[in-house]
């Protein structure tokens, strides 16, 4: 789905600007500095308002990286199916 | 505006160069993306502006604003929710709701109510303060069904109501309206409780966005035009006065032309808070004369000037009219119903703002009124307001019987018996002076315009000083016309800024001014901070005059040079000086 995939890529330049798609693809939360728990609910805000969904908050912790929330969107986007 | 607008907005670079306002956001929950929200508002608004947002801490509202320290921002944004009153009125903290309970936390909502408003009071004496009373529902805790109003929760909204009355007459304070918040943030779709249990911030972010947005309007006030000018047929009026005859136009519900009424009936409240308000009609004169006989018309032709009726083009008369009013086409606001019309002004004058009369659009007109409102909206009337348009009358019957600028002569001035109040001091809270210095661009030294916060911090200076001028003279009174503001180093005074009003000119006022800085205040030299501007050549011409040479920046002037070449003065000078 690489439409998602571009929106969620612009999802996280909002909230980290300055890296690159390919530097977003590989982020993750122990990787980089200045994810920190501002990031995080600033980041499921912009992926729940952009993709007009529910992020449950005990699942948050969980997603740690854009691989983590590609895979979350990828479910939610088959069971809404 | 979504988060990720917002977000993208808020990155966008501002040049290194560009002024900064420093804004304290106080709240008891947490800000997050309300912070964003009213950063990216800003910036949409003020993009050449460099907006610093600082917060508090969070659960303590009330401390929060007492710990402030003004001289470190520019405004102050107050976002109180109920919980703010007592903490038992949000759902963080678990106080109890029993019936028993619900007096108590009345009467602490009140206590803290009365205590907000005095915080704010004080902190607003310094900076400007931008209010938002609470915007959320409060939660299911009364004994009453939801739909029925109790008298508890009854109290709880006259203690938020009192303070908003209390606070909105406060000079410096902003109330944000809860009438357009409520039509810009459904009431319904306000609250977001997983968000305020896990986040800590209450607000959905499409209110977040909304609540940003007002604050964003009210941090900073947007000068009004000056003037309005109104086509006649089909606008002031319905129906054509030259087919349809006197009896004929209409403006009532029995004739189905009530958006007519209302529309003079606004235009008599815009002249009435001081705004101009002019007619440009392709019309008989003579006719146009006999209808404005009418007695029930709502806007009254004493509240017009000038009245330019002919068969010219609209844009002809439109010159004319500001060249009476003296004021440029930026400042002016121009409705006629025929698009034509419209679209013939707008080429002339690509600066002033047109609008179309939604001719019977009954939708229309509530938004239209809505919109002008806005543009004329201020926060304040002043007693200058009310003395605009006669003075402008005036000035016609002054250069009439001889005062325009060839014909200046001392013996027409010793005649206008003229009186000059000189009031000098320290005041910040003069309105007038403060509107003054904004929106005047002929007579000004150096064209700078000041925020709130930057007219306050001058002045708390203890050399600063501020010298305003009001006038009259045996054809009327002008009011609060022209504004000194500077700083005295010994003998030396330096003057930041000078505006006078263009409706003063001609008149020597602006010698009077420096004759009190050289007499009464012991200068042995005035030294100016003088800028050119596109728009500041009355300035540039009398400084050349007095100076003997074209101004630039930093001149400086002489007792004894003043003297050797003032115009005889005829005033009578009446001086108040103030601690």
Redesign the interface.
């Known amino acids: 789905m690489p439409e998602q995939e571009d929106r969620l890529i ?2 996280f330049a ?2 980290f ?1 300055g890296l690159t798609p390919e530097e977003i693809r590989q982020t993750n939360s122990e990787s980089m500095g200045i994810w920190d728990s ?1 990031s995080t ?2 980041l499921a ?2 992926i729940e ?2 993709f007009n969904l ?1 992020i449950d ?1 005990d699942v948050l912790p969980q997603l740690n990286s854009f691989d983590a929330f590609r895979t979350y969107l990828d479910r939610m986007s088959s069971a809404q199916r | 505006m ?3 607008e917002a ?2 907005i808020v ?1 966008r670079p501002v040049a290194d160069a560009a002024p900064g306002t420093k804004v304290f956001l106080a709240c008891g929950f947490t800000p ?2 309300l912070q ?1 929200f009213l950063a990216a508002h800003f910036r949409e608004l003020h993009p050449e502006v460099r907006l610093e947002i600082k917060t508090g801490r969070f659960g303590d509202l009330m401390g929060n604003i007492e710990r402030l320290n003004p001289s470190e921002i520019d405004a102050v944004a107050v976002l109180m929710e109920w919980s703010d009153l007592d903490p038992r009125l949000g759902i963080r903290t678990l106080g109890g709701w029993r019936p028993a309970d619900l007096a108590d936390i009345v009467e602490s909502a009140g206590k803290s109510g009365m205590r907000m408003q005095r915080a704010i009071t004080g902190v607003s004496q310094q900076v400007p303060a931008v209010v938002c009373m609470p915007t959320l529902p409060l939660p299911p805790m009364f004994p009453t069904r939801p739909i029925q109003a109790g008298a508890l929760e009854s109290q709880l909204h006259r203690i938020v109501s009192s303070a908003a009355e209390y606070l909105s007459q406060v000079p410096g304070v902003r109330v944000a309206n809860p009438q357009l918040l409520a039509e810009m943030s459904a009431p319904a779709d306000r609250y977001d409780v ?2 305020d249990l ?2 800590g911030l209450p607000y959905t ?1 499409g209110h977040a966005s909304t609540v940003g947005a007002v604050l964003a309007e009210l941090i900073q006030n947007r000068p009004a035009p000056k003037g309005l000018i109104t086509d006649l047929d089909d606008t002031l009026w319905a129906g054509i006065v030259g087919d349809d005859g006197i009896d004929g136009i209409s403006w009532d519900l029995d004739h189905h032309t009530h958006l007519h009424g209302l529309y003079q009936q606004f235009l008599s409240s815009l002249a009435g808070a001081g705004v101009l308000v002019a007619v440009a009609s392709r019309n008989d004169a003579a006719l146009v004369e006999r209808a404005f006989e009418r007695k029930d018309l709502l806007l009254s032709k004493n509240d017009i000037f000038p009245l330019e009726i002919h068969w010219s083009r609209k844009s002809e008369s439109l010159r004319r009219i500001l060249g009476i009013w003296n004021i440029g086409a930026d400042a002016v606001v121009f409705v006629d119903d025929n698009p034509m019309e419209v679209a013939e002004v707008k080429a002339a004058f690509p600066e002033m703002e047109c609008r179309l009369f939604p001719k019977g659009d009954y939708h229309g007109i509530w938004k239209f009124l809505r919109d002008l409102r806005d543009a004329f909206g201020k926060p304040l009337v002043t007693k200058e307001d009310a003395l605009r348009l006669q003075s402008i009358r005036d000035a016609g019957a002054w250069r009439n019987e001889g005062g325009a600028v060839e014909s200046n002569s001392d013996e027409f001035l010793k005649s206008a018996e003229a009186c000059i109040t000189l009031d000098y001091g320290q005041s910040t809270d003069d309105a007038r002076a403060f509107e003054l210095v904004n929106k005047t661009n002929q007579f000004n030294l150096n064209g700078k315009r000041f925020t709130e916060s930057e007219w306050r911090n001058f002045f708390r200076d203890p050399a600063s000083f501020m010298l305003t001028a009001s006038y009259r003279d045996k054809y009327g009174p002008l009011g609060t016309i022209a504004v000194v503001a500077g700083k005295m180093h010994g003998r030396n005074a330096q003057l930041h800024t000078w505006v006078m009003s263009c409706r003063a000119f001609s008149r020597r006022i602006e010698y009077q001014c420096l004759k009190y800085l050289f007499e009464n205040l012991g200068a042995d030299e005035i030294n100016f901070d003088y800028q050119a501007t596109a728009r500041n050549g009355p300035m540039q011409e009398f400084l050349t005059e007095l100076l003997e040479a074209p101004p630039a920046s930093g001149v400086s002037l002489k007792r004894d040079e003043f003297f050797a070449r003032s115009p005889a003065l005829f005033h009578r000078v009446e001086v108040t000086v103030r601690a």
Do not use: D, F, G, Q
């Open positions: 612009r999802c909002s909230v600007p501002l609910v600033t805000a912009v308002e952009e529910e908050p | 979504k988060l990720i977000l993208e990155k997050l993306h964003t997983k968000a896990t986040t972010l």
